[in-house]
């Protein structure tokens, strides 16, 4: 079945210390999107890829970056992740940018 | 900039109720509206799109209506199960190729 794959599905990682998320889709999809989820809250998008132009939300901060290797794969980079950083972390794709977004199951985070 | 609002926070049926689920939303010139369900602790499964010139879609027991003018959107869910409980969002699309996001509709249903 096509899909949007998320690893890990749960990741622990020390204050300051960088981590990566990984999004892999097998949709063949040309926009790639990267949303945080804080408890109880909305999801927010941090950036999304259109092909291979990469797109930051004007409020995301510097710490997190983005890397679109190949149209197949999409990473997340937390160069030093805070407490406030712990959230799940939804990826999605879409054919085109008004197309249906489809989403991964998401990664939850943990900042100890 | 766009904002989306869902009334009620939470919603609690018993078994085999129709419910609404309510979503407004202050920009009226939007590409299209989704509605989601997500279960605790997981992803979002997408349940209905609706296109900015459609007023409604239906899949199974879900109907969801649109109506740009008024900036409002409703998920109708028929005859309501124990399986129907979760987290309902809806998102819309504003040609930004960003969704904005409610807040979510906590429904449970009772058996």
């Known amino acids: 079945d096509a899909m949007v794959i998320q690893n890990p599905r749960y990741q622990v990682t020390q204050f300051g210390k960088p981590v990566t998320l990984s999004c892999s889709q097998t949709l063949n999809h040309n926009v790639m999107y990267w949303y945080q989820q804080k408890s109880s809250q909305a999801p927010k998008l941090l950036f999304h890829y259109y092909d291979k132009d990469f797109n930051n939300e004007a409020d995301t901060p510097d710490n997190f970056q983005s890397r679109r290797p190949n149209t197949s794969f999409c990473f997340l980079d937390i160069r030093s992740p805070g407490l406030g950083d712990a959230a799940m972390y939804l990826c999605?794709?879409?054919?085109?940018?008004?197309?249906?977004?489809?989403f991964g199951p998401g990664t939850r985070l943990t900042v100890t | 900039k766009q904002e989306v609002t869902q009334i009620p926070a939470a919603l609690s049926v018993p078994e085999g109720e129709n419910l609404v689920l309510n979503c407004s939303f202050t920009?009226?010139?939007?590409?299209?509206l989704q509605w989601f369900r997500q279960d605790p602790g997981k992803g979002l499964t997408s349940l209905l799109l609706i296109q900015s010139s459609q007023r409604e879609q239906t899949s199974g027991r879900l109907n969801a209506s649109l109506d740009k003018s008024s900036g409002r959107s409703t998920l109708y869910i028929a005859a309501s199960q124990p399986g129907d409980s979760a987290t309902y969002l809806c998102?819309?699309?504003?040609?930004?190729?960003?969704?904005?996001f409610g807040s979510g509709t906590r429904l449970q249903v009772q058996p």
């Open positions: 998102a819309s699309d504003t040609g930004r190729r960003a969704l904005t």
């Open positions: 999605a794709t879409s054919r085109d940018s008004t197309y249906e977004q489809y």
């Open positions: 920009d009226s010139a939007i590409y299209n």
